[in-house]
């Protein structure tokens, strides 16, 4: 397995620049930082995609929510409740507009991403708790900014991947549930020292984007106390029963250090009987969904999300 041309001179760009990490700044420098580098190198937006800013109106504190809806949208369609990355610390909903507006254009969904609120300001389980109240106001309210709330899936990026996948074990079995999850590189476990999560060590060390150091950075500050990594609420893959699940759909790098743990996932629905599937896109890296302005990558991975996704709500 070799990177592809792309995402080796991304990542050659990076090294040039000074690298990636994020550890050793403070927290506004991050977020200006990570908002810069996802909104230059995201591409241009699609342009058949209305974008507008919307709310979730939780009774203590309202979410800002942004609304991608196709123009060839008529009457309810189904819809995707989207969580963004960003170590659950940074995040602007505006730098997730490229890959989110492509996303609606080629699957005729209507997005909504939400803004929940982001540590260290607001540790777990406040951003989960957000996730978590969002989608219950989406499963009745989504048909009031044009969804179907009974094709509603429920997805998000690295962070953002985690929240989904834990708000699906949250409402199983007792609530009204998504019709499926859309994982793209979830975080799955913050519990370290699982000897079975390999691509943590070979394509962690700072090479590849996402390094060991920056998920450490992330998970200080979004738990006041490791050992609530344990939490399946947490860590999503220490769950001890996945049976009954929405079906799912996860996508890696094959230069993750995530890989490994959504691969065992995706194993561990499978065993449980959850319909699930894992694209592995093999010269690639953490986060590369989001760079489609240099990467063609980001392009096909998106192309075939939207197909897997109007499957997802056809069943």
């Known amino acids: 397995m070799t990177l592809d041309p792309q995402s080796l001179t991304l990542l050659e760009s990076f090294r040039q620049?000074?690298?990636t990490a994020i550890d050793d700044i403070d927290m506004a420098s991050a977020r200006r930082d990570?908002?810069?580098l996802f909104t230059q190198l995201g591409g241009p937006v699609a342009d058949d995609v209305t974008i507008r800013m919307e709310g979730v109106p939780l009774v203590d504190h309202p979410l800002p929510l942004r609304i991608y809806r196709p123009?060839?949208?008529r009457?309810?369609?189904p819809a995707l409740l989207f969580f963004h990355g960003g170590g659950w610390s940074m995040g602007g909903l505006p730098c997730y507009d490229a890959p989110l507006s492509h996303l609606a254009a080629r699957s005729g969904f209507i997005i909504a991403s939400v803004g929940y609120r982001l540590a260290p300001e607001n540790p777990f389980p406040a951003p989960l708790e957000d996730a978590?109240?969002?989608?219950r106001w989406a499963l009745s309210r989504i048909g009031d900014h044009g969804g179907d709330p009974t094709r509603l899936l429920i997805g998000g990026d690295s962070a953002g991947g985690t929240l989904a996948a834990a708000v699906c074990q949250l409402l199983c079995p007792t609530e009204r549930r998504p019709r499926g999850q859309v994982l793209f590189y979830p975080v799955l476990t913050l519990a370290d020292g699982d000897p079975?999560?390999?691509s943590r060590q070979t394509n962690g060390n700072g090479e590849y984007f996402l390094s060991r150091e920056g998920i450490a950075w992330a998970k200080g500050n979004y738990l006041t106390d490791p050992g609530l990594a344990f939490l399946p609420a947490v860590s999503p893959l220490l769950a001890p029963d996945l049976r009954g699940l929405p079906p799912a759909l996860l996508l890696?790098?094959?230069y993750d250090p995530l890989h490994d743990?959504?691969?065992l996932y995706a194993s561990r629905l499978r065993d449980a009987g959850v319909a699930v599937e894992h694209l592995t896109y093999p010269g690639t890296f953490h986060g590369f969904l989001s760079f489609g302005g240099v990467l063609d990558i980001a392009g096909q991975a998106v192309g075939d999300t939207a197909e897997r996704m109007r499957r997802m709500v056809q069943t």
């Open 132 to 135: 978590l109240n969002s989608t």
């Open 252 to 254: 890696t790098g094959g």
């Open 261 to 263: 743990e959504a691969a």
């Open 196 to 198: 079975r999560l390999t």
């Open 75 to 77: 009457g309810p369609a």
């Open 34 to 36: 990570y908002d810069l």
């Open 17 to 19: 620049a000074g690298g």
């Open 71 to 73: 123009q060839s949208v």
